[in-house]
């Protein structure tokens, strides 16, 4: 199966040369790789033409937008200017973000999910973040580890990598989504908004794709989610809610759970704040009423098995 890669991304130098030598030392390569370089003002480009002078099917393309970095529209825009650029030949299309380091047999363990069930719509594996501990004997802070597990330790270092655990585990963190091409165009694409890394899976249900999470698939995710949100930013994850359609009792439980898993409680506030701000604006839906429904339906049942 051919698989084509885009990666949005922005004053990353610190770690793109990580994401594309993983990438090109996968055991299935992919058939492209377009890199969009949106905006950036460090040395990312200089970095990724290195890879795309070396790999004739990397490539790169410069986009110009705000600089302010709020979720969802910004790197979906740029994943949009990326995705126009490929042609049509591909069996899965995979956005994956550009502070990410990948095992070697990830991409082929994706392809395998997707032949062994033609209605599987989307697979992914789990971000492991870093978590380090002081060791006055360590001098090699800069380095990154290869191959560590979920429970392993790198002893140069003395750090740890534990699950980024932000989310449930039947779902595929933004960061690195893989979609089959029937089902990315059935869903119609990646919504540019707030919310586009959990509609596309409510938008698989409703359309009877199946979603397949990997545990055994261990990625290195070099840079916190939201490290550079602003409040602005924290505020849109409510309106994400109300554009989802899910009504304030779902908005308030998930905000909540969301809230407490980031183990900020005062979040659950702003997300609440942004629900009734985009639901006083009329913000549009992002899905429509009959999905809408659909998915107030299915998380209102999510809800009770976890009680119940």
């Known amino acids: 199966m051919n698989y084509y890669i885009i990666i949005p991304t922005y004053n990353e130098e610190k770690f793109v040369s990580l994401t594309l030598q993983s990438l090109v030392e996968q055991t299935i390569l992919p058939s492209k790789v377009v890199v969009v370089n949106d905006n950036s003002t460090d040395k990312t480009e200089e970095i990724v033409l290195k890879f795309v002078e070396k790999y004739p099917w990397i490539s790169i393309v410069n986009k110009t937008s705000d600089a302010i970095h709020l979720p969802g529209s910004k790197v979906i825009q740029a994943f949009q200017k990326g995705y126009e650029t490929v042609d049509d030949k591909y069996d899965i299309i995979v956005k994956v973000d550009s502070d990410l380091i990948f095992p070697k047999n990830y991409f082929e363990s994706i392809i395998n999910h997707f032949k062994s069930d033609e209605r ?52 595929i963190r933004g960061a690195l989504k893989a979609y089959r091409k029937e089902t990315f165009k059935q869903i119609g694409g990646l919504k540019p908004a707030m919310g586009w890394d959990t509609v596309d899976e409510l938008l698989c249900k409703f359309y009877n794709w199946k979603i397949v999470t990997d545990e055994s698939l261990h990625v290195k995710h070099l840079k916190p989610t939201g490290a550079n949100y602003n409040k602005a930013a924290r505020y849109k994850q409510g309106e994400a809610f109300y554009t989802l359609g899910y009504g304030f009792w779902i908005t308030a439980i998930a905000s909540a759970k969301l809230a407490m898993m980031k183990k900020k409680p005062l979040l659950f506030i702003d997300y609440i704040s942004g629900f009734w701000k985009a639901k006083s604006e009329k913000k549009s839906f992002l899905v429509t009423d009959e999905q809408a429904k659909f998915i107030r339906n299915y998380r209102l049942q999510k809800i009770k098995e976890k009680l119940f």
């Open 120 to 171: 599987i719509g989307m697979v992914g594996g789990f971000c492991y973040i870093e978590t380090r501990t002081k060791n006055k004997n360590s001098d090699k802070k800069n380095r990154v580890p290869d191959d560590l597990g979920q429970n392993e330790t790198c002893e140069e270092k003395n750090d740890n990598w534990v699950l980024e655990n932000l989310t449930d585990k039947d779902h």
